[in-house]
């Protein structure tokens, strides 16, 4: 995994070097040109906006959005802002990572190291399952939360993202593992270890690259989430993407783009702050599990 | 093989009703739970009103906001929610799905509070063709907007010495004067509804009401395939030769902007726009002109925003019960409609606290209900269900947009209309 | 875990201790049985513990499949209905030209998004590992997009589209009043607006997976290849790209998902204007089922849609789980 040594053997001249770092510095504009758009607009006034240029720079910095964004704004009948539903939202996000990714965990586990007849046919089975479209479930879904009397609650919510979130889960894991020596596992059977006690004392020390993809993967996925959100929440339960769509879409009256933006900034700072701080770890995850053929 | 499944089944079959165990909370006793898609800005402190007025009652009110194209996205979450068998107490909701849930037989019975409260007398026959099934009241209207308005810059109509047309003619000489003055004639958004809702007013002024009701509430093919329909779009392609490059998807409210800050002479839209001119400090008749869309004088075309009433259990009805009463009120259907920017759904409210559109807009919904020119708009889902209606979205979004020409649009009304039937 | 030692194949080891003292003889049964219990469990325990997962897939993902199934061929318009109607549905659906405009620009986005992105992430992943100083800085810019939902970038990108205030504006606010840039409001161009978010939005994602493909490379092959005298491009051409096969075949199936079912995007960026231009078959399946009260004919397009994923997924599955024997 980790075997290649971190100079590339490429020989390259100052000239190429020049146009390698211009090229990439283009594509570094390109991505980060939407969240500029977004930043410098969130701090303008209103007024400044219809006007302006929507690449300037603030001349008024204005921090006002932002405090609206969070807890003054209009959201439905009362202005409470984002925040509740921010809280709303990790409520949610929180067990339905960890108990995707624990069920991911174990389902690798036993589809690498503790094989059976028909292991693939269940593991190609779980695959397919991160292939269709959601749109199709929300129907069905919906009558079965009603049966488990899940429906409009925050177990409901876990419960439909942990489902549609264990093909990729086991997807990870099982990749993971599958590098993982199995003559350690024999030896640790020899030695008396069961089940749980080789999965918690052997395997998942082991696993942090791919935990952390997994995390960074499911986080995102249901914190962005908006149709199951928006389909199975209830007055109290519904999630931050939920409460954006409300704060941007009115049907009518004044919008109030600088607010939006903010929100809309509020709303990705959780994600983006995952990015940011464990970006180095993903990538060594990928190339660790998830990108192998 | 037949061990193991008969062990993941009991296995399931424990997890179901464990989680079910572990969440059977029952609602709340005298509350009400409201799916709206009126989440922001002005509207949404408006239906605040109702809420405090519940709340002085000693009804909670549980909000539960969707917003999303026009409720397209709440009516979603509403068949999620009636599938879970957890249907709110109230949903805002227009025209015929109304009638498609009563058919469906989810929404609860408001004879004994309207039969007290006299809404029979009040409410427009044309409103009451969607708040009632079968004799049975199961919505309170909220409001009526009228679809059929064009909203002027005074300024520019002074400047231009242009008079308030009155028929296609006058419109079509006026829009040349303001073209040729440098201003973009007609502020329009390119979206499907907003397409859609000129198309409501050209036909009813190519037509008029006995055709419009033909073509869009009978849906007879004769009348969709007529001369008069391809006159119709003849004329949707002249209007959208005065729009500017500039048009497609533009939202309405920028589309409203435009009129107000003098850079276009008019938009054709419903109500509903008046609040933006109100919000950018524009007098009625002073800043900005209101009329009906030349050739449909004497006709409205409306949507209303009504509040279906879903069946809910014993201890829900008598909540339920007071919010539809509530939303009848004369009080608020005044205070909401004021900020709304729409016209009360009952005829007997005072104009005292309207301003000078509102007032011409009440006195011409009456005077149209009297004489029977009152019909919903194809538009916004009054005159043919939602299947019918998006068909229609089609044919006229793509021609507008130059897919293809009128006599092609024609055909494709037609076979459009009965696909969805 | 008692079901799993009743079924036990040895039922004898229950009476295998001999006459003894009877609580002794009690202990040891009890102790034996244990330890069977044990065995028995640890044979069926990695099964146990996956059916959870298994029985939860099977319900919610092929349970409703069938569902789905049966909706497309039923009478349901509002609400779900069992009406049987028989093909009527699909009869329908090929018959709107909607549905083949969504058809021709799946084709088109799909292609171009596919392809684009590959090139994009292949071609930054490969400068990336030229051991470039500030490599920690851009790869996180590169990735971010794909941590944002369109609900929140959608907007943004919207408006730097738009003409009256994006791009084009500000080019012309800044003197060069010839630009024009108005793709979002051509219906020949609006297409191409969606695949240049969609490609913003997950090139940094199929980068990272180059990335580490690239770095899974052992390096002494290159540098022997390079004494052999190989140029840096047949490096590349030779050894390296078809060394990336894993990573293409990884990147290509999340990209090929992506794009049958990518939604709101389009809803964000153009809602499907102008027109229908950019209707896509996931919005068309959303708008039948959910907004024209047509569920029936949704369900029917959602029954081709998962056609065509599983025309592409199930050969990637079948070569996935077949070459490799653990």
């Not at chain 1, 807890?71 to 709303?88: D, M, R, W």
């Not at chain 1, 995707?100 to 174990?106: D, K, V």
């Not at chain 1, 009603?146 to 997807?171: C, E, K, N, P």
């Not at chain 2, 938009?267 to 900005?288: H, I, R, T, Y």
Request: net charge neutral.
């Amino acid at each position: 995994m980790s075997a290649a040594s971190k100079d590339t053997a490429l020989r390259t001249g100052v000239i190429a070097r020049a146009l390698i770092y211009s090229i990439l510095l283009v594509f570094a504009v390109f991505y980060l040109l939407p969240l500029f758009v977004m930043l410098v607009n969130s701090l303008k006034t209103l007024d400044e906006i219809r006007q302006g240029n929507m690449l300037a720079f603030p001349e008024v910095f204005t921090f006002e959005p932002w405090i609206q964004a969070w807890g003054e704004a209009q959201i439905g009948v009362e202005p409470t802002g984002l925040k509740p539903y921010f809280i709303n939202s990790l409520v949610m996000v929180v067990p339905a990572v960890i108990i995707s990714t624990l069920l991911g965990a174990i389902n690798g586990y036993v589809l690498t190291k503790w094989q059976f007849r028909g292991h693939r046919v269940v593991f190609g089975l779980m695959l397919f399952s991160c292939f269709i479209p959601f749109q199709i479930v929300l129907i069905p879904m919906a009558r079965i939360l009603g049966i488990l009397d899940l429906a409009g609650t925050t177990s409901g919510l876990v419960l439909v993202h942990v489902v549609y979130g264990l093909g990729f889960t086991t997807l990870f894991f099982r990749n993971y593992y599958d590098a993982f020596p199995t003559e350690l596992i024999r030896a640790a059977t020899i030695d008396g270890a069961g089940f749980f006690r080789i999965f918690r004392r052997i395997l998942l020390p082991s696993s942090g690259p791919i935990i952390v993809v997994t995390v960074i993967w499911q986080f995102t996925n249901v914190w962005n989430d908006f149709l199951f959100g928006a389909s199975f929440a209830d007055f109290d339960s519904q999630p931050m993407t939920v409460a954006l769509n409300n704060l941007v879409s009115s049907s009518t009256g004044v919008k109030e783009y600088n607010v939006h933006f903010a929100g809309a900034i509020l709303a990705a700072l959780p994600t983006l702050i995952v990015y940011v701080v464990s970006g180095r770890y993903f990538v060594r995850g990928l190339m660790a599990g998830a990108v192998k053929g | 093989m037949k061990r193991t499944l008969s062990k993941l089944a009991c296995g399931a079959a424990a997890c179901a009703i464990m989680a079910g165990a572990a969440n059977a909370v029952s609602a709340a006793d005298s509350s009400v739970e409201v799916l709206h898609w009126w989440t922001s800005g002005g509207e949404a402190s408006a239906l605040n009103v109702l809420k405090e007025d519940l709340e002085s009652n000693g009804v909670a009110w549980k909000d539960m906001p969707v917003a999303g194209g026009g409720g397209e996205q709440a009516m979603t979450v509403l068949r999620a929610r009636v599938t879970a068998g957890n249907a709110p107490t109230a949903v805002q909701m227009l025209g015929f799905d109304i009638q498609d849930w009563a058919a469906e037989g989810a929404l609860a019975d408001l004879n004994s509070v309207a039969a007290k409260e006299g809404w029979d007398e009040v409410v427009p026959a044309a409103l009451q063709r969607f708040a009632k099934h079968e004799g049975k009241w199961i919505s309170a209207p909220v409001n009526v907007h009228s679809t059929n308005w064009v909203w002027a810059n005074k300024k520019i109509f002074d400047e231009l010495g242009i008079a308030q047309p009155s028929s296609w003619d006058d419109l079509v000489a006026a829009l040349d004067k303001i073209k040729a003055a440098g201003y973009t004639a007609v502020a329009h958004g390119g979206q499907p509804w907003q397409d859609a809702t000129i198309f409501d007013a050209v036909v009813m002024s190519v037509g008029g009401p006995d055709f419009y009701k033909k073509a869009f509430v009978d849906l007879d093919p004769a009348a969709l395939g007529s001369d008069q329909m391809k006159e119709a779009f003849d004329r949707m392609a002249t209007l959208r030769s005065y729009v500017d490059d500039n048009f497609s998807g533009r939202d309405w409210n920028l589309a409203s902007a435009m009129v107000i800050e003098g850079k276009a002479g008019v938009q054709f839209m419903g109500d509903w726009a008046k609040g933006e001119f109100l919000k950018a400090n524009q007098k009625p008749e002073e800043d900005f002109l209101c009329f009906r869309f030349p050739g449909t004088q004497g006709t409205v075309t409306f949507n209303s925003d009504q509040f279906a009433m879903f069946s809910v259990d014993e201890e829900g009805q008598a909540a339920q019960v007071k919010l539809a009463s509530s939303i009848m009120a004369p009080s608020f259907q005044s205070a909401f409609n004021v900020v709304k920017g729409s016209v009360p759904a009952r005829t007997d409210v005072s104009d005292a606290d309207f301003d000078a559109c509102g007032k011409k807009g009440m006195k011409e919904l009456a005077e149209a209900n009297a004489s029977g020119k009152l019909f919903g708009s194809m538009a916004h889902g009054h005159a043919a269900p939602a299947s019918v209606k998006n068909g229609i979205y089609d044919v006229v979004t793509a021609h507008f947009n130059g897919e293809f020409d009128s006599a092609t649009a024609v055909e494709e009304l037609v076979s459009a209309v009965e696909v969805a039937q | 875990m008692l079901i799993a030692t009743l079924f036990s194949s040895d039922p004898l080891s229950f009476v295998s201790g001999k006459a003894k003292p009877l609580c002794q003889w009690r202990l040891k049964l009890l102790f034996e049985n244990a330890v069977t219990m044990i065995e028995r469990l640890q044979t069926y325990l990695p099964r146990l513990v996956l059916s959870p997962s298994f029985v939860l897939i099977l319900l919610f993902v092929y349970g409703f499949i069938a569902f789905t199934g049966y909706l497309s061929v039923s009478d349901s318009r509002m609400l779900p209905s069992l009406g049987f109607v028989g093909l009527e549905n699909y009869e329908k659906l090929f018959s709107l030209r909607h549905w083949s405009i969504a058809l021709k620009n799946l084709a088109i986005f799909g292609i171009l998004y596919i392809v684009i992105c590959t090139v994009i992430g292949l071609g930054l992943a490969i400068l990336l590992d030229m051991k470039i100083r500030g490599e920690g800085v851009l790869r996180p810019i590169y990735l971010y997009p794909m941590a944002l939902s369109f609900i929140v970038t959608g907007t943004a990108w919207k408006w730097f589209l738009d003409p009256g205030i994006g791009l084009e504006n500000v080019m012309h606010l800044w003197g060069w009043e010839s630009f024009s840039f108005n793709w979002i409001k051509s219906r020949e161009m609006a297409i191409y607006t969606v695949v240049l978010a969609a490609v913003w939005q997950s090139s940094g994602f199929v980068m990272a997976m180059f990335l580490a493909g690239l770095r899974g490379i052992d390096n002494e092959i290159l540098k022997a290849a390079q004494i052999d005298g190989a140029s840096n491009w047949q490096l590349y051409r030779r050894i390296v790209i078809p060394m990336l096969r894993p990573a293409f075949l990884s990147a290509f199936v999340v990209l090929a998902h992506l794009a049958i079912k990518a939604y709101d995007l389009v809803i964000a960026l153009t809602n499907g204007g102008p027109g229908r231009a950019t209707e896509l078959p996931a919005t068309f399946m959303y708008s039948y089922s959910f907004t024209r009260n047509q569920m029936g004919i949704g369900a029917s397009s959602a029954v081709i849609m998962l056609m065509m994923i599983a025309s592409i997924i199930i050969p990637y599955l079948y070569s996935e789980l077949r070459e490799k024997k653990t």
